[in-house]
C-alpha cells in the first residue's frame, strides 16, 4: 500500500457523509498564492481517541458540551461513519433530548429519509437510479470488511428536531471550485505530507500499514480484529492529520462545510435561547467548530463524554499514542 493510500484511509471515513452525490473531480488546479505569515497554532481539541486498558481495546469519540452566556447549552458530538451498532444506538437515544440536532450530510435529505421510509416498508426500493458517492461506497466496503455498521443506515434522521446543515452536492462543488480544489489536490497534499518529517513523526502509526504488515493481517484468522485495532490508532491522530493537509488555507470539505454548520447553529441558538443543541459532525470537524464557539458565541466547556465506537477484544498491551487523553475514563 502507498503512503497516499494509507493517509486517504485515514481522511475519507471522516471526512464527510454523502448520499448519492457527486465531488467535483475536475476543477483547475489552485492558483500560486503567497501566503502571509501564521501564527503558532494552537493545540487541538481532541475528539477521537484510541483507549486500551484492561477491560479491553476502544476507539472512543467525544460528547462535548458548552454553555453560552445565555444559558443555551450546544453540544459537539464528534462521529465516525463506520462503527458499532450500539454507538449509533446510544446517539440515537441522544438526540431525542435536544430542541434540534445539527447534522452533516452532502446530499439530499429528503432523499435520505425516503431511503430510510424504503428500507422500512415491505416494497424493495428502486436501486435502478442509485448511483453511491465514491466515500460512501469506500466507507460501506471498510465498514463491511471490519464488521462494523455504516452510520446512514443506522442514524434515525426522521424526527423533527433533526436539522440539515450542510451543503447540497452542487453548492459543494462550487466551494471545491473556487478553491481550485479536487480529490487529485487532496491525494497531492497527502503524498506531500508524506515528507514531512514532524508530520510523519507525529502519524507513526500510519506506517504500520506497509504491504507486508497489512498482508500479514488479511491472511490471519483474526484480519479484521488486528486491522481495526491499527485503523483506530490512526484515527486517534485524526485531527491533526486533517489539518495538517487542510492547510492554513482551509478547505471546502472541512471549513467551509463548518462555516455552514456554524451560521446554522447561530440562526437557530438564536431563535430559542436557553435551548440544548447539538452538532453532530464527523471528529474532524469539531476543533474548528469548538474554535468559533468559544471565539464567536463566548461559550465555555462544561463536561466531556467519551462514547466507545469500536469495541475491540483486549489483546497484548500495544504501544499507546502520544496524547494527553490517551487514558480512557473508569
Not at 159 to 185: C, I, W, Y
Request: net charge negative.
Amino acid at each position: 500500500m502507498t503512503p497516499t493510500a494509507r493517509l486517504l484511509l485515514v481522511l475519507l471515513p471522516l471526512c464527510g457523509q454523502f448520499h448519492s452525490a457527486a465531488l467535483a473531480e475536475d476543477s483547475p488546479p489552485p492558483t500560486a498564492k503567497t501566503e502571509s505569515p501564521q501564527p503558532a497554532a494552537k493545540p487541538l481539541a481532541d475528539y477521537i481517541r484510541f483507549a486500551q486498558d484492561e477491560k479491553g481495546t476502544r476507539l472512543e469519540v467525544a460528547v462535548r458540551s458548552f454553555l453560552l452566556p445565555d444559558g443555551t447549552t450546544i453540544d459537539l458530538a464528534g462521529a465516525v461513519h463506520i462503527a458499532d451498532a450500539s454507538y449509533y444506538k446510544d446517539l440515537n437515544t441522544r438526540f431525542t433530548t435536544y430542541d434540534a440536532v445539527l447534522y452533516e450530510l452532502v446530499g439530499s435529505p429528503s432523499a435520505l429519509k425516503k431511503a430510510k421510509e424504503e428500507e422500512k416498508s415491505d416494497e424493495a426500493p428502486d436501486k435502478s437510479k442509485a448511483r453511491p458517492h465514491p466515500l460512501r461506497f469506500l466507507q460501506q466496503t471498510m465498514g463491511s470488511m471490519l464488521k462494523l455498521s455504516f452510520q446512514l443506515e443506522e442514524v434515525d434522521y426522521s424526527p423533527d428536531n433533526m436539522v440539515h446543515a450542510d451543503v447540497t452536492p452542487e453548492e459543494f462543488a462550487a466551494l471545491q471550485k473556487a478553491r481550485g480544489e479536487s480529490m487529485m489536490t487532496l491525494m497531492a497534499k497527502a503524498m506531500a505530507a508524506q515528507y514531512d518529517e514532524d508530520f510523519a513523526e507525529e502519524n507513526a502509526a500510519a506506517a504500520e500499514l506497509d504491504g507486508a504488515k497489512l498482508l500479514r493481517i488479511l491472511l490471519s484468522r483474526n484480519a479484521a480484529a488486528e486491522f481495526k485495532i491499527l485503523l483506530a490508532k490512526i484515527f486517534d491522530q485524526a485531527e491533526r492529520t486533517t489539518a495538517k493537509l487542510e492547510g492554513p488555507g482551509g478547505s471546502a470539505i472541512l471549513k467551509d462545510r463548518n462555516d455552514v454548520a456554524f451560521r446554522k447553529l447561530k440562526e437557530i441558538a438564536a431563535s430559542k435561547p436557553g435551548k440544548r443543541f447539538c452538532v453532530f459532525y464527523g471528529a474532524a470537524h469539531m476543533p474548528g467548530l469548538e474554535s468559533m464557539i468559544l471565539s464567536e458565541l463566548n461559550g465555555k466547556e462544561t463536561t466531556t463524554a467519551w462514547l466507545p465506537a469500536w469495541n475491540m477484544p483486549k489483546t497484548t498491551p500495544l504501544p499507546q499514542p502520544s496524547k494527553e487523553s490517551e487514558s480512557a475514563p473508569k
